[in-house]
């Protein structure tokens, strides 16, 4: 019997790169010999991170819907059409047994040349989801999301996550980590970073507050993003350590150092956060459907978490909020404990379970929903 060869649909930002990436690691920690292609577009993310996960990249076009009428929009049938062609000829090319859709600029393309001919597979990161896996959930039965009820017939499997995320034990690792970032091993420690590109508003939020913090025995670990260099504090920003980075590509090290985060509220940070016990001051971007405030609206109803609108942060808010809660130990436990309560290590098993129930069934007679 021929290895299964798996499509992954799911360029553009991180927030759909992630969870493709951390299925095909679960695929093939049990099938090292399975296939598989991963989409994408030349402008997107994937063209480094997905590469440097040994995973095969194939490019197409890019269809992303405009937000609103303009030239864009009447170019997007032309466009559409030629990248399902694209994603049709992959298919063909690899074989594929199954297409794995996660949202994001390739993942229309990759459900409409999919549809009737190739099982169907839709992962939901979001609260909300966005229009291209509303649209690929009409093809198929297999439908997973990580939150309850983001989509109506779907099930709930949670988020994939990293090995080194879903395995990590904080406490056994911290000081292993502090050492890593240069920190002091025994001061408390906030943890600031606004995902892959970082936050301005974030980044601002915690230099003004960072002569309050440091001043008060709380060192910082801020991953400013890689083009805000212009946000970093001068070399006497305190007493306590203040260590800035442009990014983290040790993410579990950085869980590991921190007793409490400051961040933007992406599925893929909510879920991590959850899983490893971190308790964070999340706050939602203030674009899109609001999908980011819904994100951290579980954990922080469970007690994991605080919530702070965009436009009330500022360094005032960081230090009255989480220096209090950085010197309280048995509160930071209460939330450590109500955040892990509420997370789950297991969601890459979840979905690879699902997309062998897709493989096993074929494609779906039933046709749209």
């Given at each position: 019997?021929?290895?299964?060869h798996v499509v992954l649909a799911g360029g553009g930002?991180?927030?759909?790169?992630?969870?493709?990436?951390?299925?095909?690691?679960?695929?093939?920690?049990?099938?090292?010999?399975?296939?598989?292609?991963?989409?994408?577009?030349?402008?997107?993310?994937?063209?480094?991170?997905?590469?440097?996960?040994?995973?095969?990249?194939?490019?197409?076009?890019?269809?992303?819907?405009?937000?609103?009428?303009?030239?864009?929009?009447?170019?997007?049938?032309?466009?559409?059409?030629?990248?399902?062609?694209?994603?049709?000829?992959?298919?063909?090319?690899?074989?594929?047994?199954?297409?794995?859709?996660?949202?994001?600029?390739?993942?229309?393309?990759?459900?409409?040349?999919?549809?009737?001919?190739?099982?169907?597979?839709?992962?939901?990161?979001?609260?909300?989801?966005?229009?291209?896996?509303?649209?690929?959930?009409?093809?198929?039965?297999?439908?997973?999301?990580?939150?309850?009820?983001?989509?109506?017939?779907?099930?709930?499997?949670?988020?994939?996550?990293?090995?080194?995320?879903?395995?990590?034990?904080?406490?056994?690792?911290?000081?292993?980590?502090?050492?890593?970032?240069?920190?002091?091993?025994?001061?408390?420690?906030?943890?600031?970073?606004?995902?892959?590109?970082?936050?301005?508003?974030?980044?601002?939020?915690?230099?003004?507050?960072?002569?309050?913090?440091?001043?008060?025995?709380?060192?910082?670990?801020?991953?400013?993003?890689?083009?805000?260099?212009?946000?970093?504090?001068?070399?006497?920003?305190?007493?306590?350590?203040?260590?800035?980075?442009?990014?983290?590509?040790?993410?579990?090290?950085?869980?590991?150092?921190?007793?409490v985060a400051l961040c933007r509220a992406g599925a893929?940070?909510?879920?991590?956060?959850?899983?490893?016990?971190?308790?964070?001051?999340?706050?939602?971007?203030?674009?899109?459907?609001?999908?980011?405030?819904?994100?951290?609206?579980?954990?922080v109803n469970a007690g994991g978490g605080l919530l702070?609108?965009?436009?009330?942060?500022?360094?005032?808010?960081?230090?009255?909020?989480?220096?209090?809660?950085?010197?309280?130990?048995?509160?930071?436990?209460?939330?450590?404990?109500?955040?892990?309560?509420?997370?789950?290590?297991?969601?890459?098993?979840?979905?690879?379970?699902?997309?062998?129930?897709?493989?096993?069934?074929?494609?779906?007679?039933?046709?749209?929903?």
């Open positions: 019997m021929s290895p299964v930002t991180a927030g759909h790169i992630e969870p493709a990436l951390n299925l095909a690691d679960c695929l093939r920690r049990h099938d090292p010999d399975v296939g598989i292609t991963a989409l994408g577009t030349e402008r997107g993310l994937e063209t480094t991170l997905v590469p440097d996960r040994g995973y095969d990249l194939r490019l197409v076009t890019a269809t992303p819907m405009p937000r609103r009428p303009n030239l864009d929009l009447a170019r997007l049938p032309a466009r559409v059409r030629r990248s399902v062609a694209q994603v049709r000829e992959i298919l063909e090319e690899s074989r594929a047994d199954v297409v794995v859709g996660f949202g994001g600029y390739v993942a229309l393309s990759a459900y409409l040349a999919a549809r009737g001919s190739v099982p169907i597979v839709v992962h939901e990161a979001n609260a909300r989801p966005g229009l291209a896996n509303k649209l690929g959930a009409r093809f198929t039965e297999f439908v997973g999301c990580a939150v309850p009820g983001a989509i109506p017939h779907s099930r709930h499997v949670a988020m994939p996550l990293r090995r080194a995320i879903a395995d990590l034990d904080r406490t056994a690792m911290r000081a292993e980590a502090r050492a890593v970032f240069g920190l002091d091993p025994d001061l408390p420690t906030l943890l600031v970073f606004g995902g892959s590109q970082g936050a301005r508003r974030l980044n601002q939020a915690a230099l003004d507050a960072a002569p309050g913090l440091t001043s008060q025995g709380i060192q910082v670990l801020h991953a400013v993003g890689g083009r805000n260099d212009d946000q970093r504090p001068g070399p006497e920003v305190g007493p306590a350590p203040y260590v800035t980075v442009p990014y983290l590509d040790r993410m579990d090290l950085a869980y590991a150092a921190a007793d893929m940070t909510c879920a991590e956060l959850a899983a490893v016990g971190l308790p964070a001051l999340y706050v939602p971007l203030p674009i899109g459907n609001g999908e980011q405030r819904l994100n951290a609206l579980p954990v702070v609108d965009d436009a009330a942060l500022d360094g005032e808010r960081v230090l009255h909020v989480l220096a209090p809660l950085l010197h309280d130990d048995d509160q930071r436990r209460e939330m450590e404990s109500a955040a892990a309560s509420h997370g789950q290590r297991d969601a890459d098993e979840r979905l690879r379970q699902l997309v062998l129930d897709a493989v096993g069934a074929g494609t779906d007679p039933g046709g749209d929903r």
